[in-house]
């Protein structure tokens, strides 16, 4: 089963890097829900988290997502308020044990603020970062890094945004947890649940709208987090309360829940990896062969399906690039103001035709500047 075929209804593509482009039938779905959900003649903002209305929402919701990813029964679905980096606390907060160690991948700006946030709470050991060799970025074999075997958890971010880093394969710490802030990567690929103590991730990238975020833990991963943790930032109590201690953002979980249901109907995971790669390489394939014209500086076994980060020759041509793009409608491709240059990000939800007119769009502004 592909992904239906999308008939086009705005007038503009989105790849702004997130908050980022929604499917739009869940936006029209939304939108005709909006003053009446589910014939209860109130809108879902106005309905209590804890009756029995919402509580198919929470119910459905985490049904979808452990069908999608396949998650095993030993491990927990959280939902919680906030976006990824309130992970960054707590992680540490939750994993740490009396020792307080914990190994760090950094490889672009999120890898670097999660050891920055974890380094407040105990002693963190960057055991790998990204390289440059022969002018392109990289990260080291595994067989390179400085693991601890001793420590509390390895943490490290399988897709960066800003730098379109992601890595094609999963690091092996053995018995020591693998923890993975996979905001701009879940439900982009198949993934093996059982390789990780917990996954994390903003909804707003694949998942939905800002505001809330998922945790998948494995259980004998939830236990009392360090004095003086605040009880909000608890794994276990979240957990006891599944995820409802405190209002949660309704609407965010709303909207996570009917994109998790287009996934379903469209095909599931497998079917848009499928479409992710296939999209990112004609992006990749166009730059290559420019001649220098168009220069992505990641190595090709870390380019990133997500966020296809590129620069032109000068600013003044970069700007011209975006200006020119905004006119036909391919909207927020300026890259991170950390790096600059352009970032196509290509979340589940973009749509072909947006892929495809901005590849003819590349194509044509090269023939003519």
Excluded: C
């Amino acid at each position: 089963m592909q992904p239906k075929k999308e008939k086009k209804m705005r007038k503009n593509f989105n790849f702004s890097a997130g908050p980022a482009v929604l499917p739009e039938e869940v936006l029209l779905q939304a939108q005709k829900e909006m003053l009446d959900w589910n014939g209860t003649g109130v809108s879902i903002m106005e309905l209590g988290h804890r009756g029995s209305e919402f509580k198919t929402i929470v119910e459905e919701s985490e049904a979808n997502l452990r069908e999608l990813m396949n998650i095993p029964k030993n491990y927990r679905v959280l939902f919680i308020s906030g976006g990824a980096t309130h992970q960054f606390s707590m992680v540490p907060l939750n994993l740490y044990s009396a020792k307080k160690e914990a190994d760090y991948i950094e490889t672009g700006v999120w890898s670097k603020k999660a050891a920055a946030e974890a380094k407040h709470f105990g002693e963190v050991n960057v055991a790998a970062e990204v390289i440059k060799e022969n002018g392109l970025f990289t990260v080291p074999p595994q067989s390179k890094w400085s693991l601890n075997p001793n420590a509390d958890y390895v943490h490290y971010t399988p897709n960066e945004t800003v730098e379109g880093i992601e890595f094609q394969w999963v690091p092996q710490t053995g018995k020591v947890p693998l923890v993975a802030d996979m905001t701009s990567f879940i439900l982009s690929r198949p993934v093996d649940v059982n390789q990780f103590g917990i996954i994390y991730a903003g909804a707003q990238k694949n998942m939905g709208q800002a505001g809330i975020s998922v945790v998948i833990i494995r259980d004998d991963l939830i236990k009392d987090p360090i004095p003086g943790t605040p009880i909000l930032y608890s794994y276990q109590i979240t957990a006891e309360h599944h995820s409802l201690y405190n209002t949660p953002p309704t609407y965010s979980w709303y909207i996570l829940n009917l994109v998790l249901r287009w996934m379903k109907q469209n095909g599931g995971v497998k079917k848009f990896a499928e479409r992710n790669e296939r999209r990112a390489m004609k992006l990749y394939q166009i730059i290559d062969k420019s001649k220098g014209f168009y220069l992505n500086t990641v190595h090709p076994d870390y380019r990133s399906w997500m966020n296809v980060v590129f620069n032109l020759e000068t600013p003044e041509l970069t700007q011209l690039f975006l200006d020119e793009a905004k006119k036909i409608g391919l909207k927020y491709l300026k890259g991170h103001r950390l790096v600059g240059g352009v970032r196509a990000s290509l979340y589940n939800a973009m749509p072909d035709e947006g892929v495809n007119q901005l590849a003819e769009f590349m194509e044509e502004f090269a023939k003519r500047y």
